[in-house]
């Protein structure tokens, strides 16, 4: 079970998108289309499916990423954990024990799309700075990666 203590910091975006709920969601759980504005993965769209994610391997990381599915909502909730880096690693790469929480919202002209990705503490100073800047690039490839027909 992820434990995020109150000494931790989170990464929260939130952008309007021009397209139904379904079809973000579409592009929030299937594994191709998660390939194409994230990572390569193996995801399973169930609760309580584990999956990973699979990014450049650096220092003692082996670039994996260990989630696991604890809330599965249809076309409105997905969370899952965040499990990746070395404890052996400093700085780019280190331990990161963490949530990452999907909420879509019907709104006029579309769905406003809010990310959360929660529990980066003292040691994840480094993956907070770049993850702070990489998760906007991520939300407008979802955005043009939801554009697409299906």
């Known amino acids: 079970m992820t434990n995020i203590s109150p000494a931790t910091r989170s990464i929260v975006l939130e952008r309007t998108m021009p397209y139904p709920p379904e079809k973000i969601w579409r592009a929030l759980t299937q594994s191709s289309l998660i390939a194409e504005w994230l990572m390569e993965n193996d995801f399973e769209p169930r609760l309580g499916a584990r999956f990973q994610f699979h990014a450049k391997p650096m220092g003692n990381w082996n670039g994996l990423v260990d989630c696991e599915i604890t809330t599965f909502e249809p076309p409105s909730r ?27 919202t019907p709104v006029s002209g579309g769905t406003r799309v809010r990310m959360e990705h929660t529990g980066f503490g003292p040691r994840n100073a480094s993956a907070y700075a770049t993850m702070s800047g990489g998760w906007p690039r991520v939300l407008e490839r979802l955005e043009r990666v939801t554009g697409t027909p299906a």
């Open 78 to 104: 997905l969370v899952y954990t965040w499990k990746g880096g070395s404890v052996q690693t400093f700085g780019h790469g280190t331990a990161l024990d963490s949530i990452v929480e999907w909420t879509l």
